[in-house]
């Protein structure tokens, strides 16, 4: 569906010579149907990713392929009618706001050649799938962030696409109007089977709504996969702090320190069905140890349970070794937990 | 009192056609600048480094040459094009003669508001209609100036006020109006009174215009 191929992007800074390459050699496939997010800190480069799918930014080099067509290929005609296809939706929602909600639907639809009889059902069904039918007359400063949104984000339905951009749409807005827009994207998602790219710096939308996840940093994807995946098994530090942003439960140095002396620190990682077993009463039972438990979490991935457990071993040295062992077997990823730098 | 209809008699006619003067004067070079300064304005900011249609030469050649008619005073303006008026128009008297300086005068600086409104656009809603995949020149038209219109009115106020500065000025190449009435009357043949009444005209006409602006922009800002 989307098809990025070696795509490079240097801005040229006001001194000649000095450019920044924001993307770097970026590859990334997305799938018919699927919610793929890309997160990493300002400055990774997210922002310029997504706005060279539709070449909002022209790569400097390497292809855009969407639906099939070569984006650097098209003329500007077909680059618009290309554009149609993909809706966008922004931080900053950007809507008119000298127009009410209803001509900020109808305006865009009529300057991209939508007859005019088709434009009203086509507000009137948008405005409804976003919950906002009784707001039609309203101008955008009366309404809240997530309003503001919920407006974008029927805007760029109307117009019928394949594809949804969304550039950070939920960082403006509070927890809850997060989770309220995240689970709309999902619904558009699932009922119409638009494909999203989302770029984000939050792991809570990843966690939510993604199938797949892309992290970036200085430009390059530096880790991509499923989410569980890429989750349960991080490959470089800044996945690993991304993944413990979700899982708040720092054990401070000193406790780790004494713990230590008396058998190992465990953090245990439960996937999917393992997360649901009682491993650790099971490991109490068949060993000659004791288990204390120092800190637990279990999230809901997209549609799987996510856990970990940080938990005390106390025993000998061979029953302990015995013990973690047979956790390993039992599918349960172990690792033990070292003071922090 | 009498004294007072006596004198609405001996000059109410005349202030009510210099009046009138001074509205023809404005109101046709306004609508004139408007059509010019506004495309102006327009060019101004999408020629721009780093704007759509980005080209250097277009953008500076304009700055320079708006700029130079904009350090001219007014006054020396209306003298130095009185040969190319008379050649464009015909006469270079009346309120006919004046309209091309007065057009000359404004339509840059009408550019200069216009473009200054249209900078305070906001650049991601712009771009949200470019990757809606809308036509340029429908963006320009939609977006842009639709969304600037509280401050186009606002500096479109100010440059009616400014012309009918200008329009005082043009009395003394015999355009009439109210500076016309001003200056001869008043100033010529010492009849302070006139002087007095035309410029209580001229505050109520600045007023009238100010606040009609301040209204009409509140609204078109849907606040």
């Known amino acids: 569906m989307i098809e990025l191929k070696n795509v490079t992007k240097k801005f040229e800074s006001k001194k000649k010579g000095h450019a920044i390459l924001a993307l770097k050699n970026v590859n990334l496939t997305v799938n018919q149907g699927e919610i793929f997010g890309v997160i990493g800190y300002s400055g990774a480069g997210k922002s310029t990713l997504v706005r060279c799918v539709n070449f909002l930014e022209k790569p400097s080099s390497g292809e855009v392929i969407v639906n099939g067509q070569t984006l650097g290929k098209l003329t500007n005609d077909q680059l618009r009618q290309a554009r149609q296809n993909i809706g966008m939706i922004f931080q900053g929602f950007n809507l008119l706001k000298t127009a009410n909600v209803y001509d900020n639907i109808a305006i865009p639809l009529k300057l991209t050649g939508i007859p005019a009889s088709e434009i009203k059902a086509r507000v009137e069904k948008y405005l409804n799938i976003v919950g906002l039918s009784d707001k039609k007359y309203v101008f955008p400063n009366q ?3 997530g309003q503001k949104q919920r407006v974008a984000i029927a805007r760029a339905l109307s117009h019928e ?3 949804l951009l969304s550039d950070e749409a939920t960082s403006a807005l509070d927890p ?6 995240l689970n709309l994207l999902l619904k558009i998602n699932r009922e119409f089977g638009i494909t999203i790219l989302l770029i984000t710096h939050e792991m809570h939308v990843i966690q939510k709504i993604c199938d797949r996840v892309a992290v970036m940093e200085n430009g390059e994807i530096i880790e991509q996969g499923n989410v569980i995946d890429v989750y349960s098994d991080p490959q470089t530090t800044t996945t690993e702090r991304f993944v413990s942003s979700i899982f708040p439960s720092d054990i401070p140095n000193e406790i780790i320190e004494e713990l230590a002396q008396r058998g190992p620190i465990i953090q245990l990682t439960f996937v999917g069905e393992s997360a649901d077993q009682p491993a650790l009463s099971m490991l109490a039972k068949k060993f000659d140890i004791h288990s204390n438990i120092l800190s637990g979490n279990i999230v809901q991935l997209k549609d799987r349970p996510f856990g970990k457990l940080t938990a005390h071993i106390q025993g000998t040295k061979a029953e302990t070794d015995k013990a973690l062992h047979y956790l390993i077997e039992q599918g349960v990823k172990v690792s033990e937990v070292k003071v922090n730098g | 009192m009498a004294n007072f209809f006596d004198q609405i008699d001996r000059w109410g006619g005349l202030i009510w056609q210099a009046t009138i003067e001074t509205f023809q004067m404005v109101s046709i070079s306004l609508i004139i600048s408007i059509i010019i300064g506004l495309p102006l304005g327009i060019l101004l900011v999408i020629t721009r480094p780093n704007k759509s249609y980005n080209n250097k030469f277009i953008y500076q050649s304009l700055n320079i040459v708006i700029n130079i008619i904009r350090s001219i005073p007014f006054i020396i303006l209306l003298f130095t094009l009185l040969p190319f008026t008379r050649f464009i128009v015909g006469t270079s008297m009346g309120v006919r003669g004046v309209i091309l300086p007065l057009v000359v005068f404004t339509a840059p600086y009408i550019a200069r508001l216009m473009e200054s409104a249209l900078l305070e656009v906001d650049r991601g809603v712009l771009e949200a209609y470019e990757a809606m995949g809308i036509k340029t020149r429908d963006i320009i038209w939609h977006v842009m100036v639709r969304e600037a219109r509280p401050s186009i009115i ?5 440059a009616v006020i400014g012309l009918i500065g200008a329009t005082a000025m043009a009395g003394l190449v015999g355009a ?12 010529l043949r010492y009849e302070p009174e006139v002087m007095y009444v035309t410029i209580i005209i001229l505050i109520i006409i600045i007023q009238a215009i100010q606040s009609i602006g301040n209204v009409l922009a509140s609204r078109a800002k849907k606040d």
């Open chain 1, 143 to 145: 309404l809240s962030g």
């Open chain 1, 161 to 163: 696409p394949d594809i």
């Open chain 1, 176 to 181: 809850e109007t997060t989770d309220s827009i």
């Open chain 2, 154 to 158: 606002l500096g479109i106020t100010i």
């Open chain 2, 176 to 187: 009439g109006g109210l500076g016309d009435v001003a200056y001869r009357f008043g100033h």
